[in-house]
């Protein structure tokens, strides 16, 4: 549930306090500002976005408008909140005629045009594939569109034009591969945003890092860069604290490799 933005917005407190109102425990907010930082909000925007938190992205940008805060324009779209399939059904203007021998098909074909091209419009795209041929079969059509921006690694807008498939009534093997596929890859990539803030806010230590780097492979173990990352925190503590002496000239990767599988079966079985 959306928080309420009230009126007055006086310094960072307040930014703070509404993202503790969404449950949300700031990352590069920090109290101790005097001055208004946008740079701070983009990074905790950023994080917020990916994190799924959609709500609160929107009401922070609602707060810094109010608070008559300086915001490049070109950032504050992509971070206000964004739902294709209230905009497609909003506009499902349909009325008796349409329901009339030959007339539902060329209702179907308009309402899922707008759907297509108000979707790609977001990102200043047109249809590449889609045929919008009377005969043609739209489901089958929407599935080709999502594949091609799936090579084109358009991750973000094939998950939005998969989702929107189920408003149009439109289902095809295509469009449910496509949306698995790239929503597993936008879920990856904005875990390690969300992973990469944690390792550099000032209000997180590196212990907080490490266990949201074993959780996160836990939740998707045959994701290979979790394990990359926890060699990283390890080869540093080694460095740090001088362990193994001359072993680790000699067999460093061993050593890392072993230390991380100790961390990571330590991890499961205090799952």
Excluded at 24 to 52: I, M, N, Q, Y
Excluded at 61 to 88: D, G, L, M, T, W
Excluded at 228 to 254: P, W
Aim: glycine share 2%; charged share 30%; hydrophobic share 40%.
């Amino acid at each position: 549930m959306a928080a309420e933005v009230s009126e007055n917005i006086s310094d960072i407190n307040d930014f703070i306090s509404l993202c503790q109102k969404h449950g949300w425990d700031p990352l590069f907010l920090d109290k101790d500002d005097t001055d208004f930082k946008w740079d701070h909000l983009s990074r905790e925007l950023k994080v917020c976005r990916a994190s799924g938190m959609w709500e609160l992205c929107g009401d922070l940008v609602k707060a810094a408008k109010k608070a008559k805060v300086n915001i490049p324009v070109e950032n504050i779209s992509k971070f206000e909140k964004y739902s294709p399939i209230q905009r497609i059904q909003s506009s499902s203007d349909y009325s008796w005629h349409d329901s009339l021998p030959g007339r539902h098909h060329l209702f179907v074909r308009r309402r899922v045009a707008h759907a297509l091209r108000s979707i790609l419009s977001d990102e200043s795209l047109e249809p590449q594939v889609f045929c919008f041929d009377q005969k043609a079969d739209f489901a089958e059509q929407w599935g080709m569109e999502m594949k091609h921006w799936n090579i084109q690694q358009k991750h973000e807008l094939v998950v939005s034009l998969g989702e929107s498939a189920s408003s149009l009534n439109l289902a095809h093997p295509m469009i449910a591969q496509c949306l698995e596929d790239s929503t597993l890859v936008v879920k990856r990539a904005n875990k390690l945003i969300v992973l990469k803030a944690i390792q550099q806010s000032p209000f997180r230590s590196r212990s907080d890092y490490e266990e949201s780097v074993l959780k996160a492979w836990s939740l998707d173990p045959d994701y290979d860069v979790y394990v990359d990352l926890l060699r990283k925190i390890v080869a540093f503590r080694l460095r740090h604290k001088k362990q193994h002496g001359l072993l680790m000239e000699e067999f460093s990767r061993e050593i890392i490799d072993f230390e991380v599988n100790k961390k990571l079966v330590r991890h499961l079985m205090h799952a």
